[in-house]
């Protein structure tokens, strides 16, 4: 039986991993409206990813016994000054999930949850990737700048992504 301040914990992370999708979306929207349809394409998918992840925890927490607890999700912004902006709050937004997911990681490693700790370590990796991948583009956009041609090869390449 998984501990109920663990419980609390991964409740937590399933309301920021919702949090992340609905911000991502946001990011999209704008993207779109400045006409970067790849880097809008990116960011929708990236949206639908961390709501896979939100319901990896959903899917965990009822597995254990525990209770989903649901909460509101805060309005993002709208606006951003660039799309290097859109990307360095990305890195810091994935920077900051993965304190989250490690705070949770300490708690059962203290706690001697292994089952806990097992079901973690998918998103410890995951969030090495989100962000090295994070940082890749803000170092890809910070190199084009403002340049016009740069930004529209940039746009190209990120709406290659492909769904996982």
């Known amino acids: 039986m998984v501990k109920d301040k663990i419980v609390e914990a991964l409740n937590h992370q399933l309301n920021s991993e919702l949090f992340s999708s609905y911000k ?3 990011m999209a929207a704008y993207l779109e409206n ?5 880097f809008s394409h990116w960011m929708q998918l990236q949206s639908q990813e961390e709501y896979g992840h939100a319901m990896k925890f959903y899917g965990y927490i009822l597995q254990v016994g525990g209770k989903v607890n649901l909460q509101n999700i805060t309005a993002s912004k709208e606006t951003w000054k660039s799309v290097s902006d859109v990307f360095e709050e990305t890195l810091k937004h994935e920077q900051e999930v993965t304190k989250s997911i490690y705070d949770i990681m300490d708690l059962t490693l203290a706690d001697k949850d292994h ?3 097992i079901f973690l370590q998918w998103f410890v990796n995951e969030q090495v990737e989100e962000e090295a991948t994070a940082d890749k583009i803000l170092k890809k956009i910070k190199l084009v700048g403002d340049t016009k041609n740069g930004l529209f090869l940039l746009d190209r390449e990120m709406g290659m992504r492909a769904a996982k």
């Open 24 to 26: 991502y979306l946001a």
């Open 34 to 38: 400045e006409n970067l349809s790849g």
């Open 115 to 117: 089952a806990t700790s």
